[in-house]
């Protein structure tokens, strides 16, 4: 009994036992489980595409810079400088194209004036009283700039403007823009200067040389209309308007005359300005000039010429541009162009028309409208005037540039004549040309003598201080 007591607990402990050890055998199969669990957790990926595109959304907005707010400058000129004459864009846009490259903060706008001279002068003369801010570099005439600059309404451009740009510009014409020793404005970026168009195969079938002396030309039309009749001698525009006050100073200049002394005195009544206009006179008297020409202004004056009718005609540089072409003249390679003849103790003159750039001294804007003005006498802009609105131009090295030739072949005909360059210099030149213009006209029309019509003049200039 004992033994099957002990057998029976001994079978007893087996069966306890056994699921025991049964159960203390799986530990391996569960630490697979828990690892496959751990590796298919994928944590990484999810912090990925949760945090790039949040910080790529902030950023954008936060470093978004409003646009800077441009200086306007105003610049005050005609409707030629919204066109364009030539294989360039007009005035306006190169200058607006060039500014934007270089100072990208200024902004240039144009303010349209007046094509006619009185009302153009009337409307800078109230901006100016009215010390008007609004208008920063305006077109000046050089009849205007002596007047602007003695009333003090020009900014001297001495301490403005680079000595660079300045070495790159013709000295004649910063002479020319210059008063009391200052520059006021940069010129000229167009302009008209009188030369001598004369009919090179007239010339030569006779055995002439181009005239250098007033004498020279006289004879030349006498001995040429012998043999060509019908053919007119000399024309340039004479009537009383300020295109005869132009020719004026060329034949004063031309005789060896000025217009005023050191202290500003009229002295254009002196000998050699007397025998200026008794030669201008004599002209209409022998025939050598049309009396028609009394009665002309600039563009009726050259019409003869171009027609293949006249042997010489005194006229500005622009016809140079056109002469040549069938379509427009009669005298297409049968022409020259050379200074203007002179008296013995005169010197060739050719009046200069030209426009400067000045800066309005009432202007709000005086250091941006200087970056401007010198962008608008550096290179580009300065080939970009040329060939849009034709000679003349301040800047030198336009006239050795083989797209300003190939455009006008002529371009060395001009620079001889450059160097002739006269003007009217006086602050009063509105009132003194209207003078001029009655004085001289009754001179060649025969209502006063020459020597009387010049006393007149120099009186009424005078009582004009």
Same mark, same amino acid.
């Given at each position: ?10 079978? #007893? ?12 055998? @799986? ?18 990926? @999810? ?14 907005? $936060? ?8 200086? #306007? ?22 200058? $607006? ?9 200024? $902004? ?41 600059? @003695?009333?003090?309404w020009l900014l001297p451009l001495d301490d403005k403007i680079s000595k660079d740009v300045i070495s790159h510009l013709n000295p ?11 520059i006021m404005g940069l010129g000229p970026w167009w302009g008209g200067i009188g030369g001598l168009y004369y009919r090179k195969d ?47 100073? @060329? ?137 849009? $609105? ?7 090295? #336009? ?14 005909? #001009?620079?001889p004549v450059l160097d002739t360059a006269v003007i009217l210099p006086t602050p009063k030149f509105s009132d003194i040309s209207r ?31």
């Amino acid at each position: 009994m004992l033994k099957n007591s002990v057998w029976r607990m001994i079978l #007893i402990t087996a069966l306890v036992v056994m699921p025991l050890l049964g159960a203390c055998a @799986q530990p391996t199969a569960q630490v697979v489980v828990e690892t496959q669990v751990v590796v298919q957790t994928k944590v990484v990926p @999810q912090v990925q595409t949760q945090i790039v595109p949040q910080v790529q959304t902030q950023i954008v907005p $936060q470093t978004a810079v409003p646009p800077a707010e441009k200086t #306007i400058v105003t610049i005050a000129y005609n409707g030629y400088f919204n066109k364009s004459f030539g294989p360039a864009d007009p005035p306006i846009k190169a200058i $607006q194209a060039e500014v934007a490259k270089k100072y990208p903060d200024i $902004q240039v706008v144009l303010n349209v004036m007046p094509y006619e001279g009185g009302p153009w002068h009337d409307t800078y003369v109230a901006w100016f009283q009215g010390e008007d801010p609004s208008m920063d570099l305006i077109g000046v005439s050089n009849y205007w700039l002596p007047e602007f600059a @003695q009333a003090g309404w020009l900014l001297p451009l001495d301490d403005k403007i680079s000595k660079d740009v300045i070495s790159h510009l013709n000295p004649a014409f910063v002479q020319a823009f210059s008063y009391k020793g200052q520059i006021m404005g940069l010129g000229p970026w167009w302009g008209g200067i009188g030369g001598l168009y004369y009919r090179k195969d007239l010339l030569e079938k006779y055995n002439l040389q181009p005239p250098k002396t007033y004498d020279d030309l006289v004879n030349a039309v006498k001995t040429i209309q012998a043999g060509e009749p019908g053919m007119s001698g000399w024309t340039w525009p004479a009537l009383k308007d300020q295109v005869l006050v132009n020719q004026w100073v @060329q034949y004063m200049n031309g005789f060896g005359g000025k217009a005023f002394d050191d202290s500003g005195k009229c002295v254009m009544n002196n000998a050699e300005g007397v025998n200026a206009l008794k030669f201008m006179k004599s002209l209409f008297d022998t025939g050598v000039t049309p009396k028609e020409a009394l009665t002309w202004k600039e563009e009726e004056s050259l019409v003869r010429f171009a027609s293949g009718t006249a042997i010489f005609h005194s006229g500005r540089q622009d016809m140079t541009f056109w002469l040549n072409d069938p379509a427009q003249s009669k005298v297409a390679d049968k022409w020259g162009f050379v200074p203007q003849p002179a008296a013995p103790g005169g010197h060739a003159a050719g009046y200069l028309e030209a426009w400067a750039f000045s800066i309005n001294k009432f202007s709000a804007h005086p250091d941006a409208a200087a970056k401007v003005l010198e962008v608008m006498f550096e290179f580009n802009v300065q080939k970009a005037f040329n060939l849009s $609105q034709g000679p003349l131009q301040a800047n030198v090295d #336009i006239y050795k540039d083989p797209d300003v030739i190939k455009n006008n072949p002529n371009m060395p005909l #001009i620079q001889p004549v450059l160097d002739t360059a006269v003007i009217l210099p006086t602050p009063k030149f509105s009132d003194i040309s209207r003078i001029l213009e009655e004085e001289l006209s009754s001179a060649l029309t025969g209502s006063k003598a020459p020597e009387a019509a010049l006393n007149d003049s120099c009186q009424r200039i005078d009582a004009l201080k």
